[in-house]
């Protein structure tokens, strides 16, 4: 694994686009239902991975390389995740994607506070204990298109399509 600590600086900052962060949101109390998440910290462009059966690592990582091919290259540059055993094939990730994968320290998720933020928007649309197994990936898409559609006061109430359309054009030759 390699730690935040080890993370580039310029992370930190957010004037960098192409710096994700992951999460799962746990639905019922059985563990038999889950959402990824995954959030752009310089936009706040949000993308929901659907994974209907489980959250084996293997999923979990086909998952993240269908999202993340849909991205230019200029916009996927790091994951930072919790040490969640979902993310365990994230070696294998990172050879599928190029993205290199971060992890927390133990117990602190405040070192995602992107993503925890977008956690806590989206129990709006997912509260704790649903059963999320019937959704398909095309309901997770209509959520997040609605939240990536909101205006954010942290981007000057532009929406996150806008911030992250802007840095697409800014960075395709």
């Known amino acids: 694994m390699i730690m935040i600590s080890e993370r580039p600086a310029e992370v ?4 960098v686009p ?7 949101i746990i639905g019922t109390r059985d563990g038999h239902s ?9 936009s706040r462009f949000v993308m929901l991975l659907h994974l209907p059966d489980d959250r084996r690592a293997e999923t979990v990582r086909n998952a993240i390389a269908r999202k993340i091919q849909r991205l230019p290259d200029a ?3 790091t994951l930072t995740w919790d040490q969640g055993s979902e993310i365990a094939d994230h070696a294998q990730s990172t050879v599928d994607t190029g993205v290199a994968v971060y992890f927390c320290d133990p117990h602190s998720p405040w070192q995602r506070g992107t993503a925890e933020n977008t956690n806590g928007l989206l129990r709006q649309y997912f509260p704790r204990g649903a059963d999320y197994s019937a959704l398909s990936e095309t309901d997770l898409d209509l959520v997040a298109d609605e939240l990536n559609n909101r205006p954010r006061k942290t981007l000057d109430y532009r929406t996150p ?3 992250l359309n802007e840095l697409i054009t800014a960075t395709t030759p």
Do not use: F, N, Q, Y
């Open 12 to 15: 930190d900052d957010r004037a």
């Open 34 to 42: 889950h959402i990824g998440t995954m959030v752009e910290r310089t």
């Open 75 to 77: 916009l996927v540059r």
């Open 161 to 163: 399509s806008e911030v």
């Open 18 to 24: 192409g710096r994700w962060e992951g999460d799962l």
